[in-house]
């Protein structure tokens, strides 16, 4: 029992930093920074997306780094006890480390400084799979890159990363050597992060499904035709 409570507050002096740093709402500060309030703007969403969309490539790119930088960071949260002298065998370490990088995404996507209300937790999984699988994570950022650039559907690009992610970690051929002796729980947890992800899109599969999902527009003549489409839905 005692030591079942140990490890339990070693594991808070982790997962706590780990969410609170997750929560941080980089996307609003920086379009706040530049008079944007995401909140009622674009999407309404916090995320990278809509600051790319409301207040430019570069800001986009930003929030998108350090959401990502978010769960990258969570996940050596876990280590912050082992600078106060606690000792966590390597397998716990691992199941931490997981663990931190869900704080941190779950902190992105139910941030306490926002009532709860925040992104859809993309760019904080990735930093997340860097973390502690980055050949699932990079592979799932190459599918979302190429099915973004072919459909322009953001929503799309990562409701199909996240099933590239678990098809991938649950791959026979995935390299577990040096990750863990029994990997099953650990393809579990992944799996289980992919899916709220993508049900967070719950409402942008519906759209998608419906044909009124919003293409990225990367050029002024994409974004005409994307305003002149909605302005003829608006007058039908």
Request: glycine share 10%; with cysteine; aromatic share 10%.
């Amino acid at each position: 029992m005692t030591e079942m409570i140990g490890y339990t507050l070693v594991a808070l002096a982790a997962l706590v930093p780990a969410y609170l740093l997750g929560a941080v709402p980089f996307g609003l500060i920086i379009a706040k920074s530049r008079g944007v309030d995401l909140r009622n703007s674009g999407s309404k969403n916090i995320g990278a997306t809509n600051v790319f969309r409301c207040v430019g490539a570069k800001w986009g790119i930003l929030a998108f780094l350090l959401d990502m930088l978010k769960g990258f960071a969570g996940v050596y949260c876990a280590l912050l006890p082992l600078t106060w002298g606690a000792e966590i065998p390597a397998d716990r370490l691992l199941l931490l480390r997981v663990l931190c990088g869900t704080a941190a995404m779950l902190g992105h996507i139910f941030p306490i400084y926002l009532r709860f209300k925040g992104g859809k937790g993309v760019a904080t999984a990735l930093g997340l799979l860097f973390g502690v699988a980055p050949l699932a994570g990079g592979i799932g950022f190459a599918g979302w890159a190429v099915i973004f650039l072919l459909s322009r559907y953001v929503s799309l690009a990562s409701c199909l990363a996240g099933v590239i992610v678990a098809a991938t970690i649950w791959s026979p051929l995935y390299p577990y050597a040096g990750c863990c002796a029994s990997p099953i729980w650990f393809r579990v947890l992944i799996t289980i992060l992919a899916a709220l992800a993508i049900l967070k899109h719950r409402q942008n599969i519906v759209r998608l499904l419906n044909g009124t999902e919003n293409r990225f527009a990367f050029t002024a003549a994409q974004r005409a035709a994307r305003e002149a489409a909605r302005n003829a839905k608006e007058t039908l």
